[in-house]
Nanobody, 120 residues
Framework: QEQLVESGGGLVQAGGSLRLSCAAS????????MGWFRQAPGKEREFVARISWSGVITTYADSVKGRFTISRDNAKKTVYLQMNSLKPEDTAVYYCAARNGDYTGNYDYWGQGTVVTVFS
């Protein structure tokens, strides 16, 4: 069982930056594909970014490409999401997730989420 805890959310003005962190508790973090998702009010949860177990391969949603950067530190069992040039439409609850297996597919573990609010 893997427990994921997100942090770093908050209130930020448009154009600003935030860095989200997701800390894992298990021993096999380095084997997981890690992803970030978000859910805006009244909308379905959507994919934001993912990173391979080694950190070499990353994938981004078109809506965040060039603004967000996903990274990981396997020694610290933590995955990050650096968010720059934030827009009001980035307002959402952000979730991290872990997948034990191939780079794509369903995720096995989810965090509780951290709220990001971007105001103009």
């Amino acid at each position: 069982q893997e427990q994921l805890v997100e942090s770093g959310g908050g209130l930020v003005q448009a154009g600003g930056s935030l860095r989200l962190s997701c800390a894992a508790s298990g021993r096999t973090f380095s084997r997981y594909v890690m992803g970030w998702f978000r859910q805006a009010p009244g909308k379905e949860r959507e994919f934001v970014a993912r990173i391979s177990w080694s950190g070499v391969i990353t994938t981004y949603a078109d809506s965040v490409k060039g603004r967000f950067t996903i990274s990981r530190d396997n020694a610290k069992k933590t995955v990050y999401l650096q968010m720059n040039s934030l827009k009001p439409e980035d307002t959402a609850v952000y979730y991290c997730a872990a997948r034990n297996g191939d780079y794509t597919g369903n995720y096995d573990y989810w965090g509780q989420g951290t709220v990001v609010t971007v105001f103009s």
